[in-house]
């Protein structure tokens, strides 16, 4: 199956600084999205991207489906952004069936 | 516009005894998925549904699980006998086309 490599699996910023977060897979997706698991365990959608740009506020997302990445950037970091951020993705028919990668565990600092 | 529901939010049971748990979608999604959770993993499909028809099955379900989703609603996940291994957090997902919203999940501690 479908492999997805997430780093870096653990960062620790101060609020203010900006970083950005990667999410590499080893075969052609249709379905990719990032989530963030708050510390209750929801999952909450932060971009549905399986190619191209978006941006949402402070955060925005690029996937390069051709060359098999997608990258998260959170600008101007808050102490809410701290928690578990997860890309995952889908494939051919069964493009609903996500595979998440392990996740990298942000914490940012007041 | 609700989003999708779990319940129990949380299940304490001890080891051999059955548990089952209810994931009510968005109501006009026809895909459901259940995914698992364990301590500092990422989730990991367990099946799907497209409307009542449940199209595919991880090999991470056991005999002892079983997923239902009557007239296309609402869905359940029965673990019989449960065991140890089973703790851990299982998520419901709904879409209508590509993107999944996830519910709160529903934490299973087997003692």
């Known amino acids: 199956g479908i492999q997805v490599e997430q780093s870096p699996p653990d960062l620790i910023l101060q609020e203010g600084a900006n970083s950005t977060l990667r999410c590499n897979f080893s075969d052609s997706v249709n379905n990719l999205q990032w989530f963030h698991q708050n510390p209750w365990g929801q999952l909450i959608n932060l971009f549905y991207?399986?190619?191209g740009t978006k941006q949402n506020g402070r955060l925005s997302a690029t996937t390069v489906a051709t060359e098999r990445y997608s990258l998260l950037y959170i600008s101007s970091s808050q102490t809410t952004d701290s928690g578990v951020y997860f890309c995952a993705v889908g494939s051919g028919t069964s493009y609903g069936k996500l595979t998440f990668g392990q996740g990298t565990i942000l914490t940012v600092h007041p | 516009d609700t989003g999708v529901s779990q319940n129990p939010r949380h299940k304490i049971t001890k080891r051999g005894q059955n548990v089952t748990f209810r994931c009510d979608p968005i109501?006009?999604?026809?895909?459901l998925y259940w995914y698992r959770q364990t301590l500092g993993q990422g989730p990991e499909f367990l099946t799907y549904f497209q409307n009542e028809a449940q199209l595919e099955k991880s090999r991470l379900l056991s005999d002892r699980f079983s997923a239902e989703r009557p007239k296309g609603s609402f869905s359940t996940l029965e673990i019989q006998r449960t065991e140890q291994g089973d703790s851990a957090m299982y998520l419901c997902a709904s879409s209508l086309v590509g993107e999944e919203f996830f519910g709160p999940g529903t934490r299973l501690t087997v003692l």
């Open positions: 991207i399986p190619s």
């Open positions: 109501s006009e999604h026809n895909r």
